[in-house]
Nanobody, 126 residues
Framework: QVQLVETGGGLVQAGGSLRLSCAAS????????MGWFRQASGKEREFVAA????????YYANSVKGRFTIARDNAQNTIYLQMNSLNPEDTAVYYC???????????????????WGQGTPVTVSS
């Protein structure tokens, strides 16, 4: 069973940066596509970014493209989300997720992804 632990959330001023980490543990953790979602208060959870295991291809929501960068360290089974130029609209609980493959499910049926972390809050003050 793969488990995910997120760290790195916190409070930052608008225009600032944060880096989130998500460490995966478990026998097959290294074979998973991994990514980030976020859920703001009163809103639905939304896809933020994902990265595949083998090729390391990355995918981003339009709202974060050019500001956020996802990366992974396969040796450590860890992914990172570097968030720059943060604005108050980025305030949310950020969740790490993992699945054996990357596809449309990440965008449309994310509730079916295999593994979820507990979430880490990010607050951007204006």
């Amino acid at each position: 069973q793969v488990q995910l632990v997120e760290t790195g959330g916190g409070l930052v001023q608008a225009g600032g940066s944060l880096r989130l980490s998500c460490a995966a543990s478990g026998r097959t953790a290294g074979n998973y596509a991994m990514g980030w979602f976020r859920q703001a208060s009163g809103k639905e959870r939304e896809f933020v970014a994902a990265i595949t295991w083998g090729s390391g291809n990355s995918y981003y929501a339009n709202s974060v493209k050019g500001r956020f960068t996802i990366a992974r360290d396969n040796a450590q089974n860890t992914i990172y989300l570097q968030m720059n130029s943060l604005n108050p609209e980025d305030t949310a609980v950020y969740y790490c997720a993992a699945d054996r493959s990357f596809g449309s499910m990440w965008y449309k049926e994310s509730q079916n992804l295999e593994v979820w972390g507990q979430g880490t809050p990010v607050t951007v003050s204006s």
